[in-house]
């Protein structure tokens, strides 16, 4: 009895340990949205008002006269196409890696986990020749394209097809399906939710992947979000709100996608790390 | 078996991608002749439409930092977009393609697509980065431009070296300058009673004597002194200034051969505005760099700030009289009362993309938007400083505060920026600083060090 | 025979395997390996705008000279064993407080701390800027109305704050996987096993000790990896927030590899910097794999 009353108090107070944490955590992205909607003055002031007082869409109004829903759907573009290549290149890389045995197959392993540990900087100046040599410098396929080589999404996808039972593999085998039909009929729908983890994280990292689009693209028209509002910083760099409206109309969907899919998110993304 | 197959695959693997990677190496090598088949390249993909280099119009790209003042709340690249429609009007056989890049990422941008072959026609900067490109090769000579004519109407040697590498060749042209100052707020000053500490007679030159008064009269008023910001890397000229003004120092030998800054002089500023810090007359700035120092000094936080040009103050005004300041504009002081100042150029070069065409094309650009009738001064004057071609008189006729600045020419200082090395050379000033306000050494050794890393740059850069 | 047999079977399997593993492979040798080939490759070169020089192992030689390295190197280090194992505790302190709470009190924990991942570094940190400011930071301003400190600190400037300034905000942005991973794994602990463990006098540490952290394990892992591989690449938050100062205070090798690249145009230098990290984060991952997998079953 004495000792259930004891975790009681350790109980409150972790939870007061909880909230106050959350709030730490929830505050960055709590004062983007309320700051888009301040005025430069009170954006700055102290006391700090914690709630917009006197509501303004002047940022937003500032905001849109640069290109901004291009921006937005740039961004959409790139992070989607980026998304459909990477789940459909790893789930099948990764299904092999996991499933069959073959020659070499532990040394590419290796060479996947390095490249994952090799700063993505050094690859960037020969990255930037190629892609040039290429002809789609300061085109969407320039972030597109390299990113879809990144391994993280086969090491990912390797660790969802672990799960798969072996004796069903060979099961179909012996009912005599072929290599394709297994993949689709069986692979497909066992590593499902490992799918839609691999394709939010994509999305998302895609999204915040600030300097590869930095190098990759020139033209104003073509910046994704992201990009476009990190050079607002620059041109605003006295007005917090401009700045704060922009950060929001980048962050605003993005959270809106997570919100939807999370448990799509955490089922697939569980599913590979722990393997339960 | 099994051992011998996975090594004979991951060999092939190897071979086939070095394979690649030789062509990629041989492509991108330093022949220009490779680098113009790569930029035609991209150029041809380019879904713009425009034919490339080999039809009758050429294309070529600009990329203009946000030099230029925009007219109020228009995005970045209005203006520039303005003259483009213009020049194109008068040149039809010429298209150019304006992409706009900021301060904060531009260089970066610049540097990768130097070495990617990506990188623009023509550049809107100033000789501080031009020339470190025109060092390395990647700019193309500008001497055609720069007339017995022309040069008679700049009339203003340090100037004109400013434009020059090392091998004497021209690789910037100029459009506009200004001396770097600094700026105190009259409300503050006259709150501290301190307004006699300082001169607003003439060239408002005045004494380290006199600024130390202002100093400790700010203080006892309870107002914040600038931040000796030196974080990031932009307006290090301006504090630097401010180092060198203080006890007669230079940054340089007046050859620019070596650094010079850890003479007597250098070494009393550091350790004085050590003291300063110390006493809370100025606050040590390891967090702030020079943009938010200015931000600072325009909200009213700080009295005054170290980095001030005519172009801060036209992009500030509106916030200044938002928060009810008046920036008086200062030069640095001295111990003599005579300054030495470091001013800015802006000016236009073009990259060697190794196509004549497009070459030509980028100087009959910069000609247009330098010495046309009509935009040349709008230009000048949207830079907010003065012409660099004194026919071009006086644009900003009645402005006293502009003739202030304008008088200030007769006080600049030999220009260090196109020093081999200067690139290396700005990655250790602000540390310095930090290290002297940290009280991580003394200013001595400090300023020692820094000095012995700076001419090192100077050898590692031959 | 049987052994050729084998060998026709896996040379079957190897076909097959290929097949599926060419369109990754089409992308990862052109866009990631053959630029890695070349980022190796140019690190034996003097290589900046100018061309390009062999030079053998200078670049490394240098690099273990150079003293803002070793600095960076010290720095990187500290960030990686502040932020792994405070990473692990906070998470699983977090997953422990709300994997038994319902259904919407837990998605609701679960997007608190993955907020800060999804908004992106650079939004997180505009806003991070303003709080450490400081003049007219809300930090300062909440310690000096609580009379807890009379003078502004400057946060991001003095050697004694600025990596553990950098240090919290790390940490705040690469929580929120690991919470997700514990809460999850938390929650398939067998039942049975805990409550049969309490039947038999195991007060809550024992339980925890002995029946759940073997079972969290090999999540503990993936997080511990994952976590020291951020760690070790840590640089926007440098780069938007302290550029390596005070002093070199907060210079990590990313930051200073990109220094290298960016500001002073050697690259060659620069990827000799890659070259060593990624084998440093590659020999600790290994070893993170050696000494914690060693318990895992797979």
């Given at each position: ?5 004891k ?5 409150i ?5 909880l909230?106050?944490?959350s ?5 960055p ?8 909607f ?7 002031k ?16 500032k ?7 291009q921006?937005?759907?740039n ?23 996991a499933?069959k ?20 900087q050094?690859?960037l100046v ?5 892609v040039s040599?290429?002809g ?7 972030i597109?394209?390299?990113l ?5 999404g086969v ?20 009912d005599?399906?072929g ?11 066992i ?7 691999l ?17 990759m ?5 073509k910046?994704?979000i ?13 007005n ?15 959270v809106a ?19 339960g | ?5 996975s ?21 991108s ?14 150029e041809?993909?380019?879904?713009a ?26 995005p ?6 303005e ?5 194109e009007?008068?040149?039809?056989d ?19 697509a130097?070495?990617?072959?990506t ?5 809107f900067d100033?000789?501080?980065r ?7 090769g ?6 055609d431009?720069?007339?017995?004519e ?18 004497g ?15 105190v ?9 301190a ?10 030159t ?8 202002m ?19 932009g307006?290090?000229?301006?504090i630097?200034?401010?180092v ?14 070596e ?6 002089g ?23 760099n020079g ?8 909200a009213?936080?700080?009295a ?14 509106e916030t200044l009289?938002?928060?009810e300041i008046?920036a ?8 003599d ?5 470091e001013?800015l150029?802006?000016g ?5 993309n ?17 010495n046309d009738e009509?935009?040349g ?13 004194q ?14 600045y304008?008088n200030?020419t ?7 920026n ?14 310095m ?12 050794d ?17 | ?8 079977i ?11 593993l ?9 866009f ?9 490759v ?9 061309g ?8 490394y030689?240098?690099?273990f000279?150079?003293e ?7 720095n ?13 505790l ?11 709470k ?6 609701f ?6 907020l800060p ?10 806003v ?20 807890i ?13 600025a990596?553990w300034?950098?240090?919290?905000i ?11 991973l514990y809460?999850?794994?938390l929650?398939?602990?067998p039942?049975d ?12 540490f024992?339980?925890f ?10 999540t ?11 760690s070790f ?8 927030l ?17 220094e ?31 000494a ?7």
């Amino acid at each position: 009895m004495n000792m259930k009353k004891k975790t009681g108090i350790l109980d409150i107070l972790s939870m007061i340990l909880l909230l106050i944490l959350s709030f730490i955590f929830i505050f960055p992205f709590y004062w983007i949205l309320t700051g888009a909607f301040k005025s430069q003055k009170v954006t700055v002031k102290l006391p700090p008002e914690w709630f917009p007082l006197n509501p303004t869409m002047d940022n937003f109004h500032k905001l849109m006269q640069n290109p901004a829903l291009q921006w937005l759907w740039n961004s959409v573009f790139i992070c989607a196409v980026t998304m459909l290549i990477v789940c459909a290149v790893s789930s099948m890389a990764g299904y092999v890696l996991a499933k069959k045995r073959f020659y070499g197959q532990a040394t590419l392993f290796s060479i996947f986990v390095f490249a994952m540990a090799l700063p993505k900087q050094v690859i960037l100046v020969p990255l930037m020749k190629l892609v040039s040599f290429m002809g789609i410098h300061d085109t969407p396929w320039a972030i597109i394209l390299p990113l879809c080589g990144w391994p993280f999404g086969v090491f990912l996808m390797k660790q969802f097809s672990e799960n798969i039972p072996t004796e069903l593999l060979e099961a179909a085998k012996i009912d005599g399906s072929g290599e394709i039909r297994t993949f689709g009929s069986i692979v497909m729908p066992i590593v499902k939710p490992g799918f839609g983890a691999l394709a939010i994280f994509t999305f998302i990292n895609t999204w915040n992947d600030y300097f590869m689009q930095l190098v990759m693209l020139n033209s104003r028209a073509k910046l994704t979000i992201s990009l476009g509002v990190a050079t607002l910083q620059q041109e605003f760099s006295t007005n917090y709100g401009v700045i704060m409206a922009g950060a929001a109309m980048a962050a605003v969907p993005i959270v809106a996608v997570f919100l939807i899919f999370q448990n799509y998110f955490t089922q697939g993304i569980t599913m590979g790390a722990v393997k339960g | 078996m099994k051992k011998i197959l996975s090594l004979g695959l991951t060999a092939a693997l190897l071979v086939t991608t070095l394979a690649g990677c030789g062509g990629g190496e041989q492509s991108s090598s330093e022949t220009t002749a490779a680098s113009a088949g790569t930029s035609a390249a991209a150029e041809s993909n380019d879904g713009a439409g425009a034919p490339a280099s080999s039809g009758d119009t050429v294309e070529i790209t600009w990329w203009a930092f946000p030099t230029f003042a925009q007219d109020a709340d228009q995005p970045a690249g209005t203006y520039e977009a303005e003259i483009v429609a213009a020049f194109e009007t008068k040149n039809p056989d010429i298209k150019v393609k304006l992409e706009t890049i900021d301060f904060t990422s531009g260089p970066e941008k610049i540097t990768a697509a130097i070495e990617a072959g990506t990188v623009c026609d023509v550049l809107f900067d100033a000789p501080g980065r031009i020339i470190s490109y025109a060092q390395n090769g990647k700019l193309v000579k500008l001497d055609d431009m720069f007339t017995d004519e022309y040069i008679k109407d700049v009339d203003n040697e340090a100037l004109l070296n400013s434009c020059k590498s090392d091998d004497g060749s021209y690789y910037m042209y100029p459009i506009s300058t200004a001396a770097f100052c600094m700026a105190v707020s009259r409300q503050a000053l006259e709150a501290a009673d301190a307004m006699d500490c300082i001169n607003t007679e003439g060239d408002r030159t005045w004494t380290t004597a006199q600024f130390e008064e202002m100093l400790k009269k700010l203080s006892d008023a309870g107002f914040n002194g600038a931040t000796v910001y030196c974080s990031g890397q932009g307006g290090d000229q301006g504090i630097r200034a401010f180092v060198t003004n203080l006890y007669d120092s230079q940054v340089t030998n007046d050859e620019v051969t070596e650094y010079t800054l850890n003479d007597e002089g250098g070494i009393k500023a550091l350790t004085k505005i050590k003291e300063w810090v110390d006493a809370g007359y100025m606050l040590n700035g390891s967090a702030y760099n020079g943009g938010e120092d200015v931000d600072q000094f325009v909200a009213g936080n700080t009295a005054f700030t170290t980095l001030w040009s005519p172009g801060l103050a036209s992009q500030r005004a509106e916030t200044l009289k938002e928060n009810e300041i008046e920036a008086i504009a200062l030069p640095f002081p001295s111990e003599d009362g005579t300054p030495e100042l470091e001013y800015l150029v802006n000016g236009f070069c073009v990259f060697d993309n190794g196509d004549a065409a497009r070459a030509e094309a980028s100087k009959k650009f910069i000609d247009f938007l330098c010495n046309d009738e009509e935009w040349g001064p709008k230009n000048v004057v949207r830079t907010s400083v003065f012409p660099v071609r004194q026919t071009m008189g006086d644009l900003y006729s009645g402005d006293a505060e502009m003739q202030f600045y304008a008088n200030l020419t007769k006080y600049y200082s030999p220009y260090y920026n196109t020093i081999k090395g200067f690139a290396e050379m700005r990655t250790y000033w602000f540390p310095m600083l930090q290290a002297v306000l940290n009280g991580d050494s003394t200013p001595e050794d400090a300023v020692n060090d820094f000095v012995s890393k700076a001419n090192q740059s100077i050898a590692n850069a031959q | 025979m049987k052994h050729s047999k084998i060998n026709k079977i896996r040379m079957r399997e190897t076909l097959v395997s290929y097949a599926f593993l060419a369109p990754a492979l089409f992308f990862f040798c052109i866009f990631v390996l053959l630029p890695m080939i070349m980022g190796v490759v140019t690190s034996f070169f003097r290589y900046n705008m100018k061309g390009m020089t062999f030079i053998g192992l200078d670049n490394y030689i240098n690099m273990f000279k150079d003293e803002v390295w070793q600095k960076s190197l010290v720095n990187t280090l500290i960030l990686v064993v502040g932020s792994v194992p405070i990473t692990v505790l906070f998470a699983l302190f977090v997953a422990a407080m709300t994997y038994e709470k319902n259904p919407f009190t837990r998605s609701f924990f679960r997007c608190v701390f993955f907020l800060p991942v999804v908004t992106g570094t650079v939004a997180v940190t505009v806003v991070w800027k303003w709080i450490y400011d400081p003049l007219n930071g809300i930090l300062n301003w909440l310690l000096k109305s609580m009379n807890i400190i009379e003078k502004n600190i400057m946060w991001t400037g003095d050697k004694k704050f600025a990596l553990w300034a950098i240090l919290i905000i790390l940490i705040t942005t690469s929580v929120g996987q690991p919470v997700i991973l514990y809460i999850a794994s938390l929650g398939n602990v067998p039942k049975d096993y805990v409550e049969a463990a309490q039947v038999d006098g195991a007060n809550d540490f024992q339980v925890f000790w002995q029946i759940k952290w073997p079972s969290l394990l090999p999540t503990t892992l993936y997080i511990v990896v994952i976590t020291t591989i951020n760690s070790f690449q840590c640089f926007s938050l440098i780069q938007l927030l302290t550029s390596g100062g005070p002093n070199y205070r907060t210079t990590t090798i990313m930051y200073y590899l990109y220094e290298n690249a960016f500001k002073r145009f050697e690259y060659g230098y620069a990827n000799a910097m890659g070259v060593v990290l990624a084998l440093i984060i590659g020999l600790i991952s290994f070893v993170q794999f050696k000494a914690l997998g060693s318990d895992v079953e797979y």
